[in-house]
């Protein structure tokens, strides 16, 4: 049986690569990658591995040499066909940003189950709030996270983390998605299961904080488009809400 390829992940786009047909071409593999590749993995200049991008290119290549500045310079033999990147649905998460770090988390899962964007949002009851000089700072390393769980995952693509977004902001551009959805734990949600036997390939799904959205943007969500769904009787915390949403309309449009 052969053994699976170690995947490694490059912050250069391959689709140029893409369309080069019968000429191996070669990229530098950055520091941290080679040190895993090299130091930890042990593999020597000659062995095969896979190299990706947050794109969804893929190439089977092969280790050429390691060069003096800790970097590694890695041939593209041959593509590989990005069967997982099938998915009929573009899902973005409006996911307001939740207290101790658990963005993190959200971003891990987000890259686990297919979410085409995040976008760490703020509303009234937010209570994390990321200073303007350190936004890019944070949805960078948001990214790299997001890019770095792809070597488990084994899908090709990760999600594109955006700059935070006020409530009033995404409220403005609802209408550039097809359908668009918001938690909401009081009376009068529809059940989220009662969207099972829709199909969808666009879709944006609005999470709230710790302690939910208010009534005023609740229905200036609602007003410009938004359904209001449940996700059953109990409150359950953002991060859960978070997989248990996703994960449903993940498994109903597949």
């Not at 066909?81 to 101790?100: E, F, G, H, R, Y």
């Not at 084994?154 to 409530?167: E, G, K, N």
């Amino acid at each position: 049986m052969m053994r699976a390829l170690k995947r490694f992940f490059i912050s250069l786009s391959l689709a140029p690569q893409m369309d080069i047909e019968s000429k191996i071409s070669t990229v530098l593999l950055p520091r941290e990658e080679t040190h895993h590749l090299k130091n930890v993995l042990r593999m020597k200049e000659g062995e095969l591995c896979l190299l990706f991008d947050s794109e969804g290119h893929e190439f089977v290549s092969r280790i050429e040499r390691y060069l003096a500045d800790d970097r590694s310079e890695i041939a593209l033999l041959d593509p590989v066909s990005s069967k997982n990147q099938s998915d009929s649905l573009k899902l973005t998460v409006a996911q307001a940003i939740p207290q101790d770090r658990k963005m993190d988390e959200i971003v891990r899962q987000a890259a686990e189950l297919g979410v085409y964007e995040i976008i760490p949002l703020i509303t009234e009851r937010t209570i994390v709030r990321i200073h303007k000089d350190k936004s890019a700072q944070v949805v960078e390393r948001w990214q790299r996270i997001a890019d770095q769980t792809l070597k488990q995952s084994r899908l090709s693509r990760a999600p594109r983390i955006l700059q935070p977004a006020t409530f009033d902001a995404l409220c403005g551009n609802l209408k550039s998605y097809q359908n668009a959805f918001i938690l909401d734990t009081a009376s009068g949600a529809t059940p989220v299961k009662d969207y099972r036997s829709q199909k969808m390939s666009d879709l944006l799904l609005i999470i709230g904080p710790e302690g939910g959205f208010s009534q005023d943007e609740i229905q200036n969500a609602e007003h410009l488009g938004a359904k209001r769904v449940s996700l059953g009787g109990g409150i359950l915390k953002t991060d859960t809400a978070f997989v248990a949403s996703v994960g449903f309309f993940k498994l109903t449009n597949l």
